[in-house]
């Protein structure tokens, strides 16, 4: 049987061995609960993350929306001051047209005014500004023929001038190659006299020497004939 003091001991060990299960279950708990705050936290975030979200994208619907919107004024603006302008110019339109219509009634009013005025008029007025016209007429084609006639006249005149140039043209020409043939014949005239001018001073100075040889001889001659008869003697 188990003393006091074994007992006393097993009861510590117990007593600590509870300790610690509670010490374990409490640290557990501790976990389980900073767990449940933890997720109890992230799911809190998640929601205020979705919330964020939900309330950016009502936020970006908005947005969108009042874009629309505006747009959708602006287009109706648009379309309206479209419309006015066109009902503008429809009356402008309008209006020119009225004031066309009374143009044209006042034009034809004063057209029949004039009509009226002219078969009340003499003959005798109409006959005249038929004469004038007439007149005036033939003094155009006169004029026209004068004119014809001066141009006819400046084109003959201007192939006189031509005929006229070139002809002087070719008269200037003629002479400049006549007075070259004549330069050339003088010239050939000039070498002609003088070549023969070489050749009769050539044949005088060849008679010269013949005549000088002949004398030369002939002195020759008397010297030997001299000394031929100083011999005999």
Sequence with gaps: EPTEEEQEEEEEE????E?????????????????????????????KKKK???????KK????????????KKKKKKKKK????????????????????????????????????????DLICLLSLQKKKKEEEEEEEEEERRRRRRRRRRRRRRRRRKKTKKKKKMKKK???????????????????????????????????KKKKKKKKEEEKK???????KKKQL
């Design 82 to 121: 479209k419309r006015e302008e066109e009902e503008e110019e429809e009356e402008e339109e309008e209006k020119k047209k009225k004031k066309k219509k009374k143009k044209k009634k006042k034009k034809k009013k004063r057209a029949l005014r004039m009509r009226t005025l002219f078969q009340r008029h």
């Design 174 to 208: 003629k002479k400049e190659e006549e007075e070259e043939e004549e330069e050339e014949e003088e010239e050939e005239e000039e070498e002609e006299e003088e070549e023969e001018e070489e050749e009769e001073e050539e044949k005088k100075k060849k008679k010269k």
């Design 52 to 58: 964020k979200k939900k309330k950016k994208k009502k």
């Design 61 to 72: 619907k908005r947005r969108r929306r009042r874009k629309k919107k505006k747009k959708k």
């Design 222 to 228: 008397k010297k030997k004939k001299k000394k031929k």
């Design 19 to 47: 300790e610690g299960r509670r010490r374990r279950r409490k640290k557990k708990k501790k976990k389980k609960k900073k767990k449940k705050k933890k997720k109890k936290k992230k799911k809190k975030k998640k929601k």
């Design 14 to 17: 117990e007593e600590e061995e």
